[in-house]
């Protein structure tokens, strides 16, 4: 079986657990998650199946979207609601829903983000968890992420929490927003809770449980499940070529377009009855494109 599976992830596994529970329910071990999700956060979580493991770098990098709870009033090490707390300011006045809509607003855009400490970024050949835990410092490298909408949902002064909505380039860290939304309203802060709710095409609705997935199985029904590499792909620009150019596609050529057959900040899909490569434009003439990744 090939295609990408919407998994619904519970709370209390890893990415890479996911990946283990369904290597036994699909019996293959060609199967790869498409950006990790944190043990305790639930939400969606592609999976590719089979040859869909091959695209799997083009879905980690889809936009996602989060319901995130943020917690005034403390600071943790992890930015979440399991580290040991590590500032902490009592919250007299929590901020009115109009102040908080206005700071979201100033997150609206490209911003800055430098990845918490405790995360799998690497620096130096090590990932800053390695460093945390033992509690060695290092410098952390700044990247620009971009939150296309970002929306007040709930607002609870009694806790001292509010939790919103986001959408968001791949890379986005939610536990460093949270903080430093925290920040711009003048407190501490963390997120306190998390949910998934999109990435790329698959929503919430879409997605499968692991229950489900067994019972699929038992069925003889698993394959339902799968979503095509094609449709997974939507989003980028396609193109339907004749068995002469699946042959230069197939041998990896570079080809000749027209100037605007696509998008020039989108890949191009290439197939005829299947998937046969992923193209670029050619960075020195833009009636030709490359291949960025052939499939056949």
Same mark, same amino acid.
């Given at each position: 079986?090939?295609g ?8 209390g596994l ?8 369904? !290597? ?16 305790e956060v ?7 199946i089979?040859?869909?493991t091959?695209?799997?770098p083009f879905?980690?990098?889809? %936009? ?5 709870e943020?917690s005034?009033?403390?600071a943790?090490e992890t ?8 500032d902490e ?5 929590f901020?009115s ?5 206005d700071v979201?607003?100033t997150? *609206?855009?490209? =911003?800055?983000q ?5 995360? @799998? ?6 990932r ?10 290092v410098?952390?490298p700044? !990247?620009? #992420?971009?939150i296309? @909408? =970002? %929306?007040?949902?709930? &607002? %609870?002064s009694?806790?001292?929490?509010f939790s919103? *909505? ?5 890379g ?6 949270? #903080?430093?939304i925290?920040?711009?309203?003048? +407190?501490? @802060? ?11 095409? +698959?929503?919430?609705s879409?997605? =499968? ?6 019972q699929?199985?038992?069925t003889g029904?698993?394959?339902? *499940? ?7 792909l939507?989003?980028?620009? !396609? ?10 596609? *197939?041998h990896?050529?570079k080809l000749?377009?027209?100037k605007?057959?696509?998008?020039s900040d989108?890949?191009l899909?290439m197939?005829?009855e299947?998937?046969? @490569?992923?193209?670029e434009r050619?960075?020195e ?8 990744? &052939? +499939?056949?």
């Open positions: 079986m090939n990408i599976l919407p998994l619904w992830k519970p709370a890893t990415s890479h657990d996911c990946v283990a529970k369904l !290597r036994r329910i699909f019996q293959t071990k060609k199967v790869g998650h498409t950006g990790t999700l944190d043990p639930e939400g969606v979580l592609g999976i590719c089979g040859r869909a091959r695209v799997s879905l980690t990098q889809m %936009d996602k979207t989060y319901i995130a943020c005034l009033g403390q943790t930015e979440d609601a399991h580290g040991a707390v590590i300011k009592e919250v007299e006045c901020p829903e109009a102040e908080i809509v979201l607003k997150f *609206s855009g490209e =911003i800055i430098v990845p918490p400490m405790y995360s @799998a970024v690497k620096v130096k050949g090590k800053l968890y390695e460093y945390a835990r033992n509690n060695e410092y410098e952390r700044s !990247r620009t #992420v971009e296309y @909408a =970002i %929306d007040l949902l709930h &607002v %609870d009694n806790s001292h929490t919103f *909505s986001v959408k968001c380039s791949a986005t860290y939610i536990r460093t927003l949270c #903080v430093d925290g920040k711009a309203l003048g +407190f501490p @802060a963390h997120m306190s809770q998390l949910e998934r709710t999109e990435v790329g095409p +698959f929503t919430a879409e997605t =499968i449980t692991f229950d489900e997935l067994e699929l199985k038992e029904q698993l394959a339902q *499940s799968l979503v095509s590499i094609e449709d997974a939507i989003s980028f620009d !396609r193109m339907n070529v004749d068995q002469v150019t699946a042959k230069k596609v *197939s990896g050529q000749h377009v027209e605007d057959s696509f998008t989108h890949l899909v197939h005829d299947e998937l046969l @490569a992923i193209y050619h960075p003439n833009n009636d030709m494109i490359k291949p960025y990744r &052939v +499939f056949v």
